[in-house]
């Protein structure tokens, strides 16, 4: 009785670790059966240049919700940054670099205004980041009147819409941001420092760890990357609206919270995030090649939440 125990509580270890991986390809086999175009090259590139803004985002918020933050802002930063930078990226203007830097610096502001505001202080993330949400949609309205930003030079649009060794460019700056996570997160002391402030931070205040400077630099971090999205959004869709980007931090909460990163912080993987953004990314595509409504698709992905965070809780009274 005690050896069936041992290797139910093994096997329950195993698949709270790796189950992600197995639900995705899971998810993968029954869409290639139901749907064989979906298995196609194109279509997997498709889904890959798909997902690259919203996993951006989401590597950001992994950092800030293991610290057991959240950041309601990132949509609106996003729409913000691609706002500035689009205005100054117009042809036989500016250098490229120019438009790049402005976005991400503009993003890297706002997030470090969240950041102060809630270590310094002590606002709720939740409030601290609903009010930069408005007030940055609010900014993006006031910069443009309004108006979406377009005429945008080649070199900008080859961000988003041009290719690497026939490798989307949005892609590949998706994936060389997912190394630089993987590597902060997990191979360095910083990252070890976001786990110990969101395990308990408390105890990592009194074991000597600035936490007040971990906390305003996941936010930083969580904006500057929200403006690269922004730059890649725009440059993909050769425009720049102030309304662009609505809901993209909710879908960059749910591919983190489906990929196993506790909502009470301490825990999670850049791997498990990217997983939870694939996830999404194939169930969206799928549907829409099953020709399933895009309001079934948000049903379906408000369950799959629910499920994760019913997951999560379960995992942690065991």
């Not at 108006?147 to 819409?161: A, E, M, Q, T």
């Not at 590597?183 to 760890?209: M, P």
């Amino acid at each position: 009785m005690e050896t069936e125990y041992k290797i139910f509580k093994k096997a329950g270890a195993f698949l709270s670790k790796y189950g992600i991986y197995f639900a995705f390809l899971l998810l993968t086999c029954i869409l290639a059966i139901i749907s064989p175009p979906f298995l196609t090259t194109s279509n997997i590139i498709n889904i890959l240049r798909q997902i690259s803004v919203n996993g951006i985002i989401a590597v950001g918020m992994t950092l800030v919700i293991i610290t057991a933050g959240i950041d309601l802002s990132a949509g609106s930063i996003v729409a913000l940054s691609a706002v500035i930078a689009a205005s100054y990226a117009h042809s036989g203007t500016y250098p490229l670099i120019v438009p790049l830097a402005l976005g991400v610096i503009s993003g890297l502001a706002c997030g470090l205004i969240n950041g102060v505001l809630i270590a310094k202080k002590r606002l709720a993330p939740f409030i601290v980041t609903l009010g930069m949400m408005t007030a940055a949609r609010g900014m993006g309205l006031v910069y443009t009147s309004g108006r979406p930003v377009i005429n945008l030079s080649d070199s900008y649009d080859k961000i988003g819409g041009g290719y690497f060794w026939g490798i989307p460019i949005p892609v590949i700056i998706f994936l060389a941001v997912v190394l630089c996570g993987i590597f902060i997160l997990h191979y360095t002391r910083f990252g070890r420092y976001i786990f110990a402030v969101g395990g308990n931070k408390f105890a990592a205040k009194v074991s000597g760890i600035n936490t007040d400077r971990i906390i305003i630099s996941v936010y930083a971090i969580t904006g500057a990357l929200s403006g690269l999205a922004g730059i890649v959004l725009s440059s993909r869709v050769m425009s720049a609206s102030p309304a662009t980007g609505q809901g993209y931090e909710l879908d960059a909460i749910a591919a983190v919270v489906i990929g196993g990163t506790s909502l009470s912080g301490g825990v999670g993987t850049i791997a498990g995030t990217v997983a939870g953004a694939l996830i999404i990314g194939v169930m969206n595509n799928g549907l829409d090649m099953l020709n399933v409504s895009s309001y079934w698709q948000l049903v379906v992905k408000g369950l799959i939440i629910v499920l994760a965070v019913l997951l999560d809780k379960k995992s942690k009274n065991a």
